[in-house]
C-alpha cells in the first residue's frame, strides 16, 4: 500500500461540504483515510478572487500507482462539479480541487505531475495542514521538515484555522 499525502480546497459554493463530499469519493474509490486535517479559511493564491478557499489535507492509503492515482482524483473533481480549465487560464475559482502533495516520499516529475508538489512548499494553506497532521513528515527532495518549511510562514495572518464547521 502506498501513502499518499492530498490537498483539498475549494472556494465556491459551501465549500466545507464540498471537501467532505471529496472525502467520501476518495474514500470509496481511491482507499482509506488515515489522518485529515482541521479546515483552514485562506485567500486565493496565485490569482484574484473576492471567494476565500477552505482548506484541508488527508493522509491516504491506497493500492494505485501514481498516474492511476492522478486519473481517479481529475475524475472525482469533473464528478463534484470541476470545470477543465483553459490552458491560458491559469489558476480560477473552483467548487473541488484535489492535489497530490507526496507520494511515499518518491520524488519524480512528468508532463502529468510532479511529487512532492513542486509549489507545496510556499503554500501555507499546505503548509499549515500538513504540520498538524503529520509534523515529523520531512520534505524528500528539500531535505527539510515540515516544522522548518513553516517557520516563515508562522506571522502569515492570512491563513485562519477553522475552529467550527460553518460555512
Sequence with gaps: MNRV???????????????EKAYTEIEAKIGRIELKSSFYK????GFQSEEEFVN?????ETGFELKELLAH???IEQELGRKKKGAKLGYQDRLIDLDIIDYDNLVYSSDLITVPH?????RNFVIFPLHEIAP?????????????????MLNDPSIVKIEHLSD
Design 136 to 152: 515529523n513528515w520531512i520534505h524528500p527532495k528539500l531535505n527539510k521538515t515540515v516544522e522548518t518549511l513553516k517557520k516563515p
Design 118 to 122: 513542486e509549489r507545496m512548499h510556499l
Design 42 to 45: 485562506t485567500p486565493p493564491w
Design 56 to 60: 484541508s489535507l488527508i493522509r491516504v
Design 5 to 19: 499525502f492530498i490537498s483539498l480546497g475549494s472556494n465556491l459554493g459551501n465549500r466545507i461540504s464540498n471537501i
Design 73 to 75: 482524483l481529475k475524475t
